[in-house]
């Protein structure tokens, strides 16, 4: 999306997790590049998704744009994902 007040009506921020160090951050980023969920990644995913399925307002809806990791996650998580890449 090109217009940052355009995402901001349709993207809802559901959940944050800072990372411990950058080295952290840098383990971390490996991981999705290379579409593996870890640890703390399905952690996240679970408390956020079952949160938001709590609130029983809208349909959740997860965009992941690399298939490889749209694919793992839903391995691990067992969450319908919606590969955003057309």
Known sequence: MQDLSKFGRIIKLKGFVPFK???HA???INDVTEGI???LLKEFLNSSLSASKAT???KVQLGVL???LGS???EATGTSVNNTRK
């Open 21 to 23: 160090s950058a080295a």
């Open 66 to 68: 690399e298939p490889k």
């Open 37 to 39: 969920v870890n640890d």
């Open 26 to 28: 840098l383990e971390n």
């Open 56 to 58: 029983k307002k809208a």
């Open 72 to 74: 793992a996650i839903t």
